[in-house]
């Protein structure tokens, strides 16, 4: 079985500060995709940044930052210098072929 | 059209009730994904579809959930004889192709059921 596991249900964060929310998975393909997707209360998911199973190199877009560690089955988020837009629901996700998973979620939020 | 567009934005129906979501993708789009979220939770996969292939159904939680997509574009989600754990968001996600792209999605309909 795919499975995609957030264990964090809540995460807090003070403004400017930065925080990680964790992700493992399992799986026994060797090549596929991770994403990390932001659900504000809109209800509208958005792409946050995406990791290729092939590639060593952590993916970085600006403030968002993953650590990827495939022998581990782990893909946790950074999000450096947190902002109080970045208040959401954030779920990690793992896509092999067709279909992608998504963990049951974190709900990040972020005190002034 | 620029993004995913689901109609309508918010339904409320009464128990026992047939409703129909729909889902306009992003043209060119041949990938087409319906996902359900129950108030605070993940996204529960529900049908896939591919082109023309016949679409992947494995995630439908009983017979009274169908959906079809005419003319490889805009698919719609029917949900016969509604029952209360029927009320969630219901998302609708598409691609270009078969592969490794992320999704984009709609804003989701929200159902309830009175």
């Known amino acids: 079985a795919q499975t995609v596991t957030q264990s964090q249900p809540e995460m807090s964060v003070q403004e400017a500060e930065t925080v990680t929310l964790s992700c493992t998975y399992d799986?026994?393909?060797?090549?596929?995709?991770l994403f990390w997707y932001k659900q504000p209360p809109s209800r509208q998911m958005i792409l946050v940044i995406r990791?290729?199973?092939?590639?060593?190199q952590n993916a970085t877009e600006n403030r968002f930052s993953v650590n990827f560690q495939k022998a581990a089955k782990s893909f946790s988020l950074k999000i450096s210098d947190s902002q109080l837009g970045d208040a959401a629901m954030y779920f990690c996700a793992y896509r092999p072929n067709n279909d992608m998973r998504f963990g049951a979620g974190t709900r990040l939020t972020v005190k002034p | 059209g620029a993004g995913v567009s689901q109609s309508p934005s918010n339904k409320v129906t009464e128990k026992g009730k047939d409703v129909e979501l729909r889902c306009d993708p992003i043209s060119g789009h041949t990938a087409l994904y319906w996902y359900r979220q129950s108030l605070g939770q993940g996204l529960e996969f529900l049908i896939y579809f591919q082109g023309n292939s016949a679409p992947d159904k494995s995630g439908l939680p009983s017979d009274r959930f169908s959906a079809e997509r005419t003319g490889g574009s805009v698919s719609t989600l029917t949900i016969q004889r509604t029952q209360q754990e029927d009320s969630a968001v219901y998302l609708c996600?598409?691609?270009?192709?078969?592969?490794?792209?992320?999704?984009?999605f709609g804003s989701g309909t929200r159902l309830t059921v009175v």
């Open positions: 799986t026994s393909e060797s090549d596929y995709y």
């Open positions: 996600a598409s691609t270009p192709r078969r592969g490794k792209d992320g999704y984009t």
């Open positions: 990791q290729e199973a092939y590639k060593q």
